[in-house]
Nanobody, 125 residues
């Protein structure tokens, strides 16, 4: 069970931090990814990390701007988004699957078993 929070309205160039709180197993037992879906577009994966190896995979569109961190005590993963652009506007979803590493098809939604309800991020002046 995953619950996202932290979405909202932010100006271009601003920052936002999303949270994904997991229940059940500890977050170290999961590969956790963030996807986003803009109006009229397909859902796309943007970042993935796994607790065991700590590697971060991210799409070129967010490289250098988005990063993940975690708080094991809160069983929560955070998506820090900096230098936001209007094209980052979307509903953001946290996704997870029981795996020591990010799936080979890292940005394929079918690779993940568990999904949150989504949180809206709007980048606009």
């Amino acid at each position: 069970h995953l619950v996202e929070s932290g979405g909202g309205l932010v100006q271009p160039g601003g920052s936002l931090k999303l949270s994904c709180a997991a229940s059940g197993d500890t977050i170290d037992a999961y590969a956790i990814a963030w996807f986003r879906q803009a109006p009229g577009k397909e859902r796309e994966g943007v970042v993935c990390t796994s607790g065991s190896d700590g590697r971060l995979y991210n799409q070129d569109s967010v490289k250098g701007r988005f990063t993940l961190s975690s708080d094991n005590a809160k069983n929560t993963v955070y998506l820090q988004m900096n230098s936001l652009k209007p094209e980052d506007t979307a509903v953001y979803y946290c996704a997870a699957t029981h795996s020591n590493v990010c799936p080979g098809a890292t940005y394929y939604s079918g690779s993940y078993r568990y999904w949150g309800q989504g949180t809206q991020v709007t980048v606009s002046s």
